[in-house]
C-alpha cells in the first residue's frame, strides 16, 4: 500500500481460546496516516479499536501483517509513539512536575532542560501553578491534562489516544477537545485517536475511520471537510449534522452485528 507516515499493512489479530477456535479481533486492517494528520476511529463495541491503537503502540504483535512508522517496522514500544489512555496511568507517588519529566528522564535529557521542557507543557496544558500537586489531588480532567503533557513532552512521531476523554463528564470532556483542538493546530501532531463519541471523532479529525462489529474491519472512511481551527460551536452547524447522520447510520447495523455477536458467544460458552 501507499507510503504514510503510519502504514498498517494487512493486519490481523486472532486471540486463542482455551476452548474452540481462536476469537479474530481484526481482519485484514490496512490504513495510512499521514505526516501532521489526525485521525479518528469509531466502531461498536468489541470491533477492536483498542486493539489496533495497542498494537501500533508494540504492546501486542499482530497474528499476521506488518505496521511501518516512518518505514521502520514496529517492534515492541519505543518513544517515537506518545500513548495516552482512558485511564490516570500517572505515577501517584510522582509530582505533576516529576510525571511530566519521567519519559526524558529514562531518555538521559539533563534535569535542568527536562525540568525546562516538563514546564513548557504543563504551562500548555493549562496546568501552571500545580506542579508540585500529586495525582490524588487533581480532577480526572487536570489527571488527563498531566497525561498529555507528559507524552507532548517526549516529543513522538505520533500521539495514540485510546478513549482518553471518556472517564469525563461531558463538561470536561468539551474542555479537554478544544484543548486538544488547541494544541494540535499549534503542535501539528499526527494523531490517531480512539472513540466511542461520533461527535468527539468529527470535531478533532481529519479522517474518520467507521470500523464494523468483530472481526473488526474498516468499513468507510470519510475526509472531514470542516474549516479549521474548530471549535464547539460546529457541533450545529449543518455541514457536522450531516457528517454525524452517515456516521450514525453506518454503525447502526454493526452495532446490531456486534450485539447479536455477543450473544451468541454467551450462549456458546
Known sequence: M????LVVDR???A??????????ALEEISLTVA??????????SGCGKSTLLRLVAGLMEPTSGRMLLDGREIRGPSADRGMVFQSYTLFPWLTVQRNVEFGLSLRGVPAAERRA???????EVGLEGFEDAYPEQLSGGMRQRTALARALANDPEILLMDEPFGAL???????????????WEHAHKTVLFITHDIDEAIL???RVLVMTARPGRIKKELVIELPR???????????????????LELLHGEALRAERGASEVGAGG
Not at 505526516?35 to 461498536?44: M, Q, S
Not at 521542557?117 to 504551562?123: E, G, K, P, Y
Open 2 to 5: 501507499g507510503g504514510g507516515k
Open 11 to 13: 493486519v490481523r489479530m
Open 15 to 24: 486471540f486463542a481460546r482455551r476452548r474452540g477456535e481462536p476469537v479474530v
Open 35 to 44: 505526516e501532521e494528520e489526525f485521525v479518528a476511529i469509531v466502531g461498536p
Open 117 to 123: 521542557i516538563a514546564r513548557r507543557f504543563i504551562a
Open 169 to 183: 463528564d461531558s463538561q470536561t470532556r468539551q474542555l479537554m477537545q478544544e484543548l486538544l483542538l488547541g494544541i
Open 204 to 206: 478533532l479529525a481529519d
Open 229 to 247: 481551527p474548530r471549535d464547539i460551536s460546529l457541533l450545529t452547524s449543518p455541514a457536522f449534522m450531516a457528517y454525524k447522520r452517515e456516521v
